[in-house]
């Protein structure tokens, strides 16, 4: 297994357009996390999910933003109506549980022009 | 609502010098993993703390979870460039979410 991968590394579109990005997790790994980053930030929480379920999504979120993991397996994220303020790095993370050690996929760098 | 701060947010030093960056709570963590990252790519996860007073070292890194476990510190000993990067501490919050401190972003100039 070579870790967690997302999918594209690079996006770039136009102001009101959606978006989508996968993420396929460590095949092991039950949770999945949703982050996004800014330039020299730590990463934002954005929502995660144990197997299919979604337990948490942040109150930050507007509406335009969904994450679905429907087989427990890969997840996407989609944003919808992009905005310039959506310009950011999207990060996916997998872990085996609560409280054990997350592994980082590289990113999904979106800019929206 | 459980937080982590991290201090320094920006450090800039010379090659050979020592430095600490560190990440605390007001509240309890049962563990904090630490992180680096470089531009463009994804935290890699360097090392978790789990039990109280624990000491772990990395080489040159060494990482200490506070006796009381809201606190951790990660210090560098002679930097070199080569670790120039954003450094991250993380801890799960009670409801099983994983939060981040808001990063030390190191610079070391050869």
């Known amino acids: 297994d070579t870790g967690v991968s997302q999918d594209p590394r690079h996006k770039i579109t136009k102001r009101g357009q959606n978006v989508t990005f996968r993420c396929d997790p460590i095949s092991e790994h039950n949770r999945l996390y949703w982050y996004r980053q800014t330039l020299g930030q730590g990463p934002e929480f954005l929502t995660y999910?144990?197997?299919?379920?979604?337990?948490?999504k942040s109150r930050l979120l507007s509406d335009r933003f969904s994450a679905e993991r429907p087989k427990g397996s890969f997840s996407t994220l989609e944003i919808q109506r992009t905005e310039q303020g959506d310009s950011a790095m999207y990060l996916c993370?997998?872990?085996?549980?609560?409280?054990?050690?997350?592994?980082f996929g590289q990113g999904t760098r979106l800019t929206v022009v | 609502t459980q937080l982590l701060e991290q201090s320094p947010q920006f450090l800039s030093i010379q090659e050979g010098e020592n430095l600490t960056v560190y990440c605390n709570s007001s509240?309890?963590?049962?563990?904090l993993q630490w992180y680096r990252q470089e531009p463009g790519e994804g935290p890699v996860l360097l090392v978790t703390v789990v039990t109280g007073g624990e000491v772990k070292k990395l080489k040159r890194l060494t990482f200490q979870f506070g006796d009381a476990r809201k606190d951790s510190s990660l210090h560098i000993t002679a930097a070199q460039p080569g670790d120039t990067g954003l450094y991250l501490c993380a801890g799960y919050n009670q409801g099983g979410k994983l939060i981040f401190g808001q990063g030390t972003e190191l610079s070391v100039k050869p």
């Open positions: 509240s309890v963590f049962s563990s």
């Open positions: 999910f144990q197997n299919e379920a979604q337990l948490e």
């Open positions: 993370a997998s872990s085996k549980g609560h409280n054990t050690e997350a592994f």
